[in-house]
């Protein structure tokens, strides 16, 4: 059973940092790619950083400068490091892997984990 285990949220005041953790384990990924997403209230779910298995990444205009993605792949853990984080930042943060085997594509999700950001 594939599982997505996220840590690392919290409360931070503005201008603070925290680290995003997510291990993908359960089942064989190939090559995939892990991303970070974040929901605020009331609004729509928005990709925040990507990273595929070969390295290459990808950020929302809103976090780059002040957001890194990494990964350690013989783990499929990613990480999000999150610097002069904003209130706007403030959302729950999901963790997803996703890719193709053979023909088939896969997507799966963890629980998500709440940041928020006070002013």
């Known amino acids: 059973q594939v599982q997505l285990v996220e840590s690392g949220g919290g409360l931070v005041q503005a201008g603070g940092s925290l680290r995003l953790s997510c291990a993908a384990s359960?089942?064989?990924?190939?090559?995939?790619?892990l991303g970070w997403y974040r929901q605020a209230p009331g609004k729509q779910r928005e990709l925040v950083a990507s990273?595929?298995?070969?390295?290459?990444?990808n950020y929302a205009d809103s976090v780059k400068g002040r957001f890194t993605i990494s990964r350690d792949g013989a783990k499929n853990t990613v990480y999000l490091q999150m610097n002069n984080l904003k209130p706007e930042d403030t959302a729950v943060y999901y963790c997803?892997?996703?890719?193709?085997?053979?023909?088939?594509?896969?997507?799966?999700w963890g629980q998500g984990t709440q940041v928020t950001v006070s002013s």
């Open positions: 997803k892997i996703w890719g193709r085997i053979l023909k088939s594509e896969y997507e799966y």
């Open positions: 359960g089942g064989f990924f190939g090559f995939n790619t």
């Open positions: 990273i595929t298995s070969g390295g290459n990444t």
